[in-house]
């Protein structure tokens, strides 16, 4: 069963989570029926920045023995409802389930939605994830800013190419946990699991002619001044 102690957030109901699949790479994928699937994490493109200069490597922004596989997006109730929910997704039998609460927009107004709409009609392409990759411990990142958010949110590319996307809330007992299921018994750890000096931040689901694009919709993206964005191809997008 799930630990009834595991700490929910101290918030008003719904919470937003986001449920991040993580599997070793081989696994059977196609198996475990996957909300969103990922393709390998061979497939991706990581982006850095070094001063001025662009830094492309291929692979994931860390090396981990279970690469994120899928994002789900949901809502619950409670942060427990989450772990729950996790619990009973396939992947947590194989691998495991990191769920990860959203940091919300107080300001956010649904009356505000023609303000978010894009500029133009969604470019035809293939979908891309980007995973922003931050330090855990923030305080000590000194970096020299590349661009503000709400500029990028602001942009032509980015009005036409993002389709969603949000902010994660810094890992911690009752903002994060790493679901398994083995043998029958739920197993739950609260926080990140093994001490990661890294973790994923936010996300953004983009469409794009190809990778090309994809890094071009990246590239002025604030993360960059003191983390990494993980560029993944979606399967059957």
């Known amino acids: 069963m799930v630990p009834p102690s595991h700490p929910s957030l101290p918030e008003d109901i719904p919470v937003k989570v986001v449920l991040l699949t993580r599997l070793a790479p081989g696994s059977a994928i196609d198996a475990v029926q996957l909300v969103n699937p990922l393709h390998d994490p061979s497939t991706a493109t990581t982006l850095r920045r ?6 492309l490597t291929d692979g994931p922004f860390a090396e981990s023995a279970e690469p ?14 989450a772990v729950d929910l996790a619990a009973r997704r396939p992947g947590a039998g194989i691998g495991a389930v990191e769920v990860r609460s959203v940091q919300e927009d107080p300001d956010d107004d649904d009356d505000d939605d023609d303000d978010d709409a894009p500029a133009v009609a969604p470019a035809e392409g293939r979908r891309y994830l980007f995973l922003h990759a931050l330090p855990t411990d923030r305080s000590t990142v000194v970096a020299a800013p590349t661009g503000s958010l709400p500029d990028w949110l602001a942009a032509p590319l980015t009005r036409r190419a993002v389709l969603a996307g949000n902010r994660l809330r810094p890992s911690a007992p009752s903002t994060a946990a790493t679901v398994r299921v083995r043998n029958g018994e739920t197993v739950v750890e609260p926080g990140l699991q093994g001490g990661r000096g890294q973790e994923i931040a936010g996300y953004d689901l983009i469409t794009a002619r190809d990778l090309d694009e994809a890094i071009e919709v990246a590239r002025p993206h604030p993360t960059l001044a003191m983390g990494a964005i993980e560029i993944r191809p979606l399967v059957m997008a």
Do not use: C, P, Q, T
């Open 50 to 55: 070094r001063g001025a200069e662009l830094v």
């Open 68 to 81: 994120v596989a899928s994002l789900e997006e949901v809502d619950v109730d409670r942060f427990d409802d």
